[in-house]
């Protein structure tokens, strides 16, 4: 069993920057494609990105490819999300997610969910 915490939302202003982080619980951090997710108001839920297990490639929606960065720290169980050059469509509440087997964008395919950070930028 995984469990999953994120930290760092909050309000920015249009053009600021974030950074989440998601500290996973276990010892089988290393073995996990880490992604995150987001969701707004009345909106389904979003793939944002994803880093995988082995050699840490990263994959990421269009909408935030170039200003945000996914990166992981194996040894401190902790997947991070830069978030640079923030719009206000990127107000949403964030996720992270993870599991053993998937790599991509299908938020349905991962197992395991933090409980989200919400992150709201003022224009």
């Known amino acids: 069993q995984v469990q999953l915490v994120e930290f760092g939302g909050g309000l920015v202003q249009a053009g600021g920057s974030l950074r989440l982080s998601c500290l996973a619980s276990?010892?089988?951090?290393?073995?996990?494609?880490m992604g995150w997710f987001r969701q707004a108001p009345g909106k389904e839920r979003e793939f944002v990105t994803c880093?995988?297990?082995?050699?840490?490639?990263?994959y990421y929606a269009d909408s935030v490819k170039g200003r945000f960065t996914i990166s992981r720290d194996n040894a401190k169980n902790t997947v991070y999300l830069q978030m640079n050059s923030l719009k206000p469509e990127d107000t949403a509440v964030y996720y992270c997610?993870?599991?053993?087997?998937?790599?991509?964008?299908?938020?349905?395919?991962?197992?395991?969910w933090g409980q989200g950070t919400q992150v709201t930028v003022s224009s």
């Open positions: 997610a993870a599991d053993h087997s998937v790599y991509g964008r299908r938020w349905y395919e991962y197992d395991y």
């Open positions: 276990g010892r089988t951090f290393s073995s996990l494609t």
């Open positions: 880093i995988s297990w082995s050699d840490a490639s990263a």
